[in-house]
Structure formats: structure tokens, C-alpha cells
């Protein structure tokens, strides 16, 4: 089993689209959790941190669920440059960072 | 700043043959991490290093992979002899820390071995 997992997709909505993506993540003294955004032939960018009272960054929303080991982001009013790949990120206290291997998001007009 | 620097930007080369990738981190930064990506393993995490020091180098994949950084602003992965296996992009990333810090990721590298 990886030590982070994610649903890979594709993910093909319309336009103006909510749609979520889901991660689990198998070591229990992950620290802190990151979605990371990575877009055809170019480096990961953080997109946003993800605290456990939940955060949201205008059309973005992420959701840490520490007793399930589960993070989500929530992407409302999906836009056609919001396709892209999604990377779960979980960080030990030792620093090191595992990623997902990503899902995929293709908006549609 | 410029961000983190990478070179050679891609790189084709023969099986057998040595391959040096190059790291420039943002200035500031005290950890420096070296992934590789596939498409069948997805981004893995290599070697990472805090103020100039090898932290976890656990997931270099064996002995033909090295890492060194003589400075706070130079880094490199040495791949000797290469092999077609290691095709892939390998990205550098520098943050401020470690465990909530934003890691900052370069262009990549891509590197095909024939």
C-alpha cells in the first residue's frame, strides 16, 4: 500500500462545475499537508496548506481529517484553467515529504 | 529572486555514460530536496539536505546516484553509470523549513538515457 493515495481520475467537468478530490495517507505521525498543483510539463506549486480547522482560499476548499487520515480539496466553480494535476503532499516531523501521484483534472467548456 | 535554477534543462545522453544534473536554490533557503518523476512511480522523494548536510538519502535507488552540496547555493545529482531506467524528470526544491515551510520547485530537468 503507498504511504499516500489518491484517486487518480481523470476528472472531466463542465465549466462552473464543484468538484472534490480525496487522499488518505498511511503514516500516522504525518505533521503537515499540502496541495500541490502541477500543470502539463511544468514543476508542482503549492496551491494551498491544509490545517486541521479546514482553510479555504476563495473557490478552493481543503479539509484535514486527522482520526480518518484523509484530506480533501473542494474546488467550486470549477474554470477551464483550474486543469490540471492535484498532488497530495504529507510531511513527517522528520521533514520528509511523500506526494501522491496525482489526480487529474480536466475542465471542459 | 529568480527562484530555483535547474541545468541542464534536458539532457540526452547514452547508456553508460555519466550525467551530472545542477541545482541552484533560492537564496535564504536551508533545505534543498532532489525528486525524481515517472510516470509509473509518480514524484520521489531522493535525498534532501538541510544547511549543506545529506538529512535523508533514503530514497536514492542505489549506489550509481550521488548528491553533494558544497554550498548554500549549489547542488548536484550525479548519476554514473547511467542507465535507460533513469529517464525521467528530476525536479529540485528548496524551502525555508521543513515540516510547514512551502518547497519551491525548479523547472526540471529532463533526462533521456538511449
Known amino acids: 500500500r503507498k504511504e499516500v493515495e489518491q484517486d487518480p481520475g481523470p476528472f472531466n467537468v463542465p465549466e462552473g462545475a464543484t468538484v472534490a478530490f480525496n487522499c488518505t495517507y498511511s503514516n500516522s505521525a504525518s505533521q503537515s499537508f499540502f496541495w500541490y498543483r502541477q500543470d502539463c510539463r511544468k514543476e508542482p506549486k503549492l496551491l494551498m496548506s491544509?490545517?486541521?480547522s479546514g482553510n479555504e482560499d476563495g473557490r478552493f476548499t481543503a479539509q484535514l481529517n486527522r482520526a480518518s487520515q484523509y484530506i480533501s480539496l473542494l474546488i467550486r466553480d470549477s474554470k477551464l484553467s483550474d486543469s490540471a494535476t492535484y498532488l497530495c503532499v504529507v510531511n513527517t516531523n522528520a521533514g520528509k515529504s511523500t506526494f501522491g501521484d496525482g489526480t487529474t483534472l480536466t475542465v471542459k467548456p | 529572486d529568480a527562484g530555483v535554477i535547474q541545468s541542464p534543462r534536458h539532457e540526452v545522453t547514452e547508456m553508460g555514460q555519466e550525467v551530472t544534473l545542477r541545482c541552484k536554490p533560492i537564496?535564504?533557503?536551508?533545505?534543498l530536496f532532489w525528486y525524481r518523476q515517472t510516470m509509473m512511480r509518480g514524484l520521489e522523494l531522493l535525498i534532501y539536505?538541510?544547511?549543506?548536510?545529506?538529512?535523508?538519502d533514503s530514497g536514492m535507488p542505489e549506489d550509481r546516484f550521488s548528491a553533494k552540496m558544497p554550498n548554500a547555493s549549489f547542488s548536484t545529482l550525479k548519476i554514473q553509470p547511467s542507465e535507460p531506467r533513469d529517464s525521467a524528470v528530476y525536479f529540485c526544491?528548496?524551502?525555508?523549513?521543513?515540516?510547514?515551510?512551502?518547497?519551491?520547485f525548479g523547472p526540471g530537468t529532463r533526462l533521456l538515457v538511449l
Open positions: 491544509v490545517y486541521s
Open positions: 537564496s535564504g533557503h536551508d533545505y
Open positions: 539536505f538541510n544547511n549543506n548536510v545529506p538529512i535523508d
Open positions: 526544491a528548496s524551502s525555508l523549513g521543513v515540516r510547514e515551510e512551502t518547497q519551491y
